[in-house]
């Protein structure tokens, strides 16, 4: 009887020491990777090594991209090689870099609550000697007074207004019947330097950007496949869905990681969480970049004869050839020689109907821009919509079936928007496609580390209790 007694306790002795090891084990475990870097990276000290990417690194996407003609190692080779370097250049051309904008927020669907709390959400002149020649306008305007109230009472954030109608030579003002155009007045337009105010993390965020957002989705292009959407509703919600992962990237890409220091950096965790852990929001983007691509492409002949004069023939010379690459790439048109195949849509008995429909969804998604808080990403929503909006003008309102005798006709800031518009979706490509499997793993590490954590917390609980 009491020998029975001891042998159990021996018995149980044992069995709690050997949890005890192994729960300094788990312990030791969770320490080792608790100690992994976070995935805030600042811009001067924590470059990613690409050396350190093995092949079963390379991000999952693979195959073609939905409802496109190309793949998507294709396109991250193509950007890599060819049209990432050229797009960088083009844009950084006086043609390019200016882009004329009505940056009032006079929003028709409800009064601005403006959520910007960062400087970083306003926009910066443009200082007047990099302004081009045939720009300018011999007056200056003040910001109207009402202005204010979409700066945060902000007034460094005041924008060179100025414009000159024969910076228009060559240019016809067109109508897109894609975009909403409250461009009338041309008092209150402004040219912005772009390279001045680059699309990165501003701080605006809260109710005010839900609301646009929610808008956007809920009310002009639901979500499929929770209803029956047709293919060109699709389309729709993938192209804006495509645009919303760039716009995540780019915060992601350039974050104020420390407002006291100043330092920015990437924040690879807001890649993860905002776009990466959802496959469709990835394929999105590289569906809206094909998508534009092939615009611009189906656009060539008339960008190839375009004029862009800003009055320095040097760089006007440059601007052209640069075009002349990208139009004309012969790895691209042997690589990827139709990106996107836009002869298979408004087929059906519905096209012309659904066409009106889509244009006017896509219509009051423009002017939803006017309704954005902060006033650079009014900047940038604004070119981006007029660039998406220009790509489904070249796509579908011309030369199509029922408009087979109307001939391409684009303003110069919708070619700005365009071109600036291929140049986000490709930076976006880029870091994905660098710093993608980067971030997948950080994050990787870090559910595992937090399921550890709950491991080490309940061990150590049963070490206290025994
Ligand atoms: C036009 C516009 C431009 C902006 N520009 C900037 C900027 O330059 N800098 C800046 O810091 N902030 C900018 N913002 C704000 C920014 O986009 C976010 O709204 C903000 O950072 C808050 O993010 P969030 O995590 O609440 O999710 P949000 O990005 O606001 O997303 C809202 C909801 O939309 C859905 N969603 C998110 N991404 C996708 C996707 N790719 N496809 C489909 N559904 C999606 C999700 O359900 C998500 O909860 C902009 C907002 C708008 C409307």
Redesign the pocket.
């Known amino acids: 009887m009491v020998e029975s007694e001891v042998k159990k306790i021996k018995k149980g002795d044992k069995m709690k020491w050997r949890w005890v090891i192994g729960a300094f084990t788990t312990i030791l475990l969770a320490i080792a990777l608790a100690s992994r870097s976070t995935p805030k990276i600042p811009f001067k000290s924590g470059q990613f090594s690409k050396s350190c990417h093995c092949p079963q690194d390379k991000h999952r996407y693979s195959g073609i991209v939905e409802d496109c003609c190309c793949d998507y190692e294709t396109v991250d080779h193509l950007n890599e090689e060819v049209l990432h370097p050229l797009l960088q250049d083009l844009v950084k051309t006086p043609f390019f870099r200016y882009f004329k904008v009505k940056l009032w927020c006079n929003c028709p669907f409800w009064p601005d609550d403006g959520m910007c709390r960062l400087r970083d959400c306003s926009v910066c002149e443009c200082p007047e000697n990099e302004f081009p020649e045939l720009f300018k306008k011999p007056y200056h305007h003040g910001l109207p007074s009402d202005d204010l109230k979409c700066q945060e009472g902000k007034p460094q954030a005041a924008v060179d207004r100025t414009l000159d109608s024969k910076a228009f030579r060559g240019w016809t003002e067109t109508d897109n019947p894609w975009t909403y155009d409250d461009e009338t007045d041309n008092s209150e337009m402004t040219y912005v330097n772009l390279q001045l105010n680059p ?7 809260g109710p005010s ?2 609301r ?2 929610d808008a956007v ?1 809920s009310e002009n292009c639901p979500k499929y496949p929770a209803e029956e959407l047709c293919q060109e509703e699709k389309i729709l919600y993938k192209l804006i ?1 495509g645009l ?2 760039s ?2 990237i ?2 992601a890409s350039d974050y104020l990681l420390d407002e006291a220091t100043n330092l920015w950096g990437h924040n690879l965790d807001l890649m993860y969480n ?2 990466l852990r959802y496959p469709n ?1 990835v394929q ?1 983007l590289y569906f809206t970049f094909l998508f534009v691509l092939r615009a611009v492409t189906k656009a060539a002949d008339y960008l190839e004869q375009a004029e862009y004069d800003t009055g320095n023939p040097t760089e006007d010379l440059k601007t052209h050839s640069l075009m002349r690459q990208l139009l004309y790439n012969p790895k691209l048109q042997a690589a990827c020689p139709l990106p996107f195949d836009e002869a298979k849509l408004w087929k059906g008995q519905r096209g012309p109907e659904l066409k009106q429909k889509i244009q006017a969804q896509f219509k009051n998604i423009s002017a939803l ?1 006017d309704c ?1 808080g ?1 006033e ?2 009014r900047l ?2 604004k070119l981006q919509v007029l660039g998406l909006g220009t790509a489904l003008k070249i796509l579908f309102s011309v030369n199509g079936e029922d408009h087979s005798h109307q001939t391409l006709e684009l303003q110069r800031n919708e070619v700005i928007a365009l071109i600036n518009l291929l140049n986000r979706l490709s930076e976006s490509i880029k870091f994905v496609h660098e710093m993608g499997a980067a971030a997948e793993k950080l994050n990787e590490g870090t559910v595992t580390s937090t399921r550890l954590n709950s491991l080490v917390q309940q061990a150590w609980a049963s070490i206290v209790k025994t």
Do not use: L, P, Q
């Open positions: 699309e990165r993390y501003t701080g605006y965020t950007a839900r646009i957002w989705y869905s919303h992962s716009i995540s780019h915060i905002r776009v929001r999105n821009m954005v902060c650079k990403c940038w929503g």
